[in-house]
């Protein structure tokens, strides 16, 4: 841990095989913004791969000087996924796959940004090429590149922030619990993912929710309706807050979006060998149900629900616009 | 002297570039501009259902991710039976996907590009001081508020479609929300916003009085009139005349642009076309793949994206780079905001074009000049949506078909290449625009546009080139889109 009178983390950004889509989404942070972040939350950024002015050997040479002790690093961040040693490109005459090995090995916390860095994600599909991986873990496999047993030097596994992209918040204020010695092992869920951003569902808060309560149900896109029963939402399998932190200055989800949860947090992202745009059934049973509820609930609840479902929501429900007000029960 | 310098990791690019230099006397006597990072999404998508291509390629780029949403999804609608997709969908897609070029021009401007001019090799510049009070980073006043500004700017993707990077609203017929009249009030007031801070600090003049301007006397009339009062576009015009930047990095002076923005009504805002000296109509058929100094072998050293079936081949002797070389006709052509607008006969752009070719100074300043069209045009499609409209219509896959979607990323030229049998991806290739300028040598052995435009360039110091980094960044490289 930090010494008291040191006022600033060092923090290193590094880049596997992603996207960049972390970090552009990271510029998109609000309350604070990303400006005011770095002046106030006392983190120094020593290298960053899109935003620094360093490049070449200078930036190589940083590395090294962490790796010989000159300079500590308190919280290395990686954005994509790791390849396999003998896939990977040298930087300074060290392959980026070890440099992530050395530089994890040093730091007093290691955060993975992102479903790729976390699980492997999209390039660690059946097929790569790349021998990808997350740092610790690869889809629900624990290991991956740093192995179960890696602790960072503060003692913690690697910090899992999924997300495709990770939300904005979710990066900023891990880094801000870190530089306050707020997170501890027990604030991290079975796949060390900090229960403060992932303790929920991306179905809670969700708009659509009296929809989904009477199984009133989209049947195209652009409707109204609920989008779990025919169009493949997986929010009320997917641990995220998106529905109420909101994305874009609180502007916007997937849901709200009008397109499905895709569950991009989840270990498995993407999901191989199922559909994203079409809830998969088996009989007249979405394949997967919500998180914790019993199928013969579900189909009891469902059963229930759909005899009771106002006739606004029926029409709501597959109509591009709101057709019908609530009004009154008639007698009432 | 000869001497080597290899620059890696390359920062203030998207993605993992490598450059190598040959210099002999402070000149750069050859380039070799290498993709590093391979994640294989080419072959990922084989086999795959059709639509998932809507959710992988976009995840390609995580800076022009509505670009590919754009690109997949017209490929998809090319492999559907026919279909009459939604007009205002339309309109709401380029909306969005304008959005997110306005943002990456600015990005590119602010974040990536003017850092370079902070070096103290341009430290004779007579308003260098000026330069690092504004454009520092994370400090100068311009690049702290060129970042709150952008971030606002793209609330109007959450009004549109619901999340960036990474939406899944963009389909072939149309997008997935049905906008109210609240959103539309939303988008028209973000983009108040965001215009008047173009105004005052980027342009510092009424975009309505800088849209008249169509030649570089009445550029240089307007931008740099009062020295004191400088705006953010006149500093770096004016730093680009005293600093020679006007013909610094050439290109080879060919380019090809896919046409974006389409309308049903009205056809592209950006005519595709190729132009090398004289425009002619864009026919995709002419873009062909050389792999023969990529990591690729197929048995194939120049193909067409639908036949291509490249594999990944690490040890090849002859490759250097893991982006391929699309060429046009088999000419090495370059793509970006420079080429969209001289393709589409701009007149400022034009004329810029006319005096100096294609260079960092015109390449740089055509982005910020796009943007500014497009806030101009953006408020007139906003006015065009309408609360009462569908967004989507469903498409209906066929079974058996090819097809493209071609489109303009900020960056330049982007396609998708899909063939579809029995229902499954068979084969999707991704040509994107800096596969384009930054490709390795051909089959022909003939240099990329970066290599060329860096190659006879002087430098001051052979151990940190910035004129070659300046060069580099001109272009704004992507490199996860390019070897993806």
Redesign the interface.
């Known amino acids: 841990m930090k010494q008291e009178d040191e006022m600033s983390l060092n923090l290193l950004f590094l880049?596997?095989?992603?996207?960049?889509?972390?970090?552009?989404?990271m510029?998109?942070?609000?309350q604070p913004?990303?400006?005011s972040f770095?002046r106030g939350v006392g983190v120094k950024?020593l290298?960053?791969?899109?935003?620094?002015?360093?490049?070449?050997s200078k930036?190589?040479d940083l590395f090294r000087d962490i790796l010989d002790g000159k300079i500590q690093l308190d919280i290395l961040l990686l954005e994509g996924a790791v390849?396999a040693e003998r896939?990977s490109?040298s930087?300074?005459g060290r392959s980026f796959t070890r440099w992530c090995m050395d530089l994890a090995n040093v730091s007093e916390y290691t955060v993975a940004m992102g479903t790729c860095a976390s699980f492997g994600g999209?390039?660690a599909?059946r097929?790569?090429?790349?021998g990808?991986t997350g740092l610790q873990f690869e889809k629900e496999v624990s290991g991956g590149l740093l192995g179960s047993d890696y602790r960072s030097r503060a003692g913690l596994p690697v910090i899992n922030l999924p997300g495709?992209?990770a939300h904005p918040d979710w990066v900023l204020e891990t880094l801000h619990l870190i530089a306050n010695g707020k997170l501890s092992e027990t604030d991290l869920n079975d796949v060390n993912m900090p229960l403060h951003f992932y303790n929920s569902l991306a179905h809670h808060g969700c708009p659509r929710n009296e929809f989904y309560e009477f199984k009133s149900s989209a049947r195209?896109?652009?409707?109204?309706g609920c989008l779990f029963e025919f169009l493949g939402c997986r929010g009320t399998q997917c641990e995220s807050d998106?529905n109420n932190r909101?994305?874009?200055?609180?502007?916007?989800?997937?849901?709200?979006?009008?397109?499905?949860c895709?569950a991009?947090t989840s270990k498995d992202f993407?999901h191989e060998g199922s559909?994203?745009?079409e809830t998969e059934l088996i009989g007249d049973v979405p394949k997967f149900l919500p998180r914790d509820v019993p199928k013969a609930w579900y189909i009891g609840i469902t059963g229930l629900s759909k005899m009771a479902t106002p006739e606004r929501l029926k029409a709501n429900a597959v109509s591009?616009?709101r057709i019908h007000t609530p009004k009154n029960r008639k007698g009432d | 002297m000869s001497r080597d310098l290899?620059?890696?990791?390359?920062?203030?690019?998207?993605?993992?570039l490598?450059i190598h230099l040959s210099l002999e006397d402070k000149t750069v006597t050859e380039a070799r501009a290498s993709g590093?990072?391979?994640?294989?999404?080419e072959?990922?998508l084989?086999?795959h259902?059709p639509?998932?291509a809507?959710?992988?390629t976009p995840?390609?780029?995580?800076?022009c991710?509505i670009s590919h949403s754009v690109a997949s999804s017209l490929a998809l609608r090319a492999v559907s039976e026919d279909f009459s997709p939604?007009p205002a969908g339309e309109i709401a897609t380029n909306i969005a996907h304008a959005t997110e070029n306005v943002m990456s021009h600015i990005t590119q401007f602010y974040?990536?590009f003017l850092?370079d001019l902070?070096s103290n090799r341009f430290s004779s510049f007579s308003m260098y001081d000026e330069i690092r009070k504004r454009f520092t980073?994370?400090e100068g006043t311009s690049t702290?508020q060129a970042?709150?500004e952008?971030?606002?700017f793209?609330?109007i993707?959450?009004?549109?479609?619901?999340?960036?990077?990474?939406?899944?609203?963009i389909?072939p017929g149309?997008?997935?929300?049905?906008i109210?009249s609240s959103d539309i009030y939303?988008v028209q007031g973000i983009l108040k916003d965001f215009t008047a801070y173009i105004e005052s600090r980027l342009v510092g003049m009424p975009l309505r009085k800088y849209l008249e301007i169509d030649t570089e006397e009445r550029l240089e009339e307007s931008l740099l009139n009062e020295r004191d009062t400088l705006s953010d576009m006149g500093l770096f015009y004016m730093a680009a005349r005293e600093l020679e930047l006007l013909e610094l990095g050439r290109g080879p002076g060919r380019f090809i642009s896919g046409g974006a923005y389409p309308f049903q009504e009205d056809g592209h805002f950006f005519q595709p076309g190729y132009w090398d000296g004289e425009l002619e109509p864009l026919d995709p058929g002419n873009i062909s793949e050389s792999i023969t100094h990529s990591f690729f072998s197929d048995g194939n050293e120049f193909s067409s994206p639908f036949e291509d079936r490249s594999e990944?081949s690490?040890e090849k002797e002859s490759a250097y780079s893991w982006a391929k070389a699309p060429r046009y006709r088999k000419q090495v052509v370059e793509v970006g905001a420079i080429g969209r607008q001289v393709v589409s006969a701009e007149p400022l752009i034009t004329d810029l074009y006319g005096r100096y070719g294609s260079t960092v100074f015109t390449r740089v300043f055509a982005r910020l000049h796009e943007a500014i069209i497009l806030l101009a045009a953006m408020e007139e499609w906003v006015s065009r949506l309408d609360?009462?409209?569908?967004?989507?219509v469903?498409n209906k896959l066929k079974d058996n078909a090819r097809g493209t979607g071609i489109t303009e990323a900020a960056r330049g030229f982007l396609g998708h290449w899909i063939v579809v049998k029995e229902g499954k991806i068979s084969n999707y290739q991704v040509i994107t625009p800096t596969a384009f300028n930054c490709s390795p040598r051909d089959h022909r052995d003939r240099p990329g546009p970066v290599e060329q435009s860096v190659t006879g360039t002087v430098v001051a110091s052979e151990n940190d080139p910035v004129e070659v980094d300046i060069i580099i960044r001109s272009y704004d490289p992507c490199l996860?889109c390019t070897v993806h």
């Open positions: 880049h596997g095989l992603g996207c960049g889509g972390d970090t552009i989404s510029l998109n942070a609000e913004d990303i400006v770095f950024l290298w960053h791969h899109t935003l620094s002015v360093k490049e070449g930036v190589t390849p896939n490109h930087l300074g999209i390039p599909v097929g790569n090429t790349t990808a495709c992209p195209e896109y652009g409707q109204m998106c909101l994305w874009l200055g609180r502007t916007g989800s997937c849901t709200r979006g009008g397109f499905p895709i991009c993407p559909r994203f745009f591009p616009h | 290899i620059i890696t990791p390359y920062s203030r690019v998207e993605g993992d490598r590093v990072m391979f994640r294989g999404f072959h990922i084989r086999g259902h639509e998932d809507i959710v992988y995840r390609i780029c995580g800076i991710c939604s974040l990536y850092p902070l980073p994370f702290l970042i709150r952008r971030k606002k793209l609330e993707l959450g009004y549109l479609v619901g999340k960036w990077p990474h939406t899944l609203a389909q149309g997008i997935t929300k049905s109210e939303h990944p690490p609360s009462c409209a569908d967004y989507y469903k996860v």
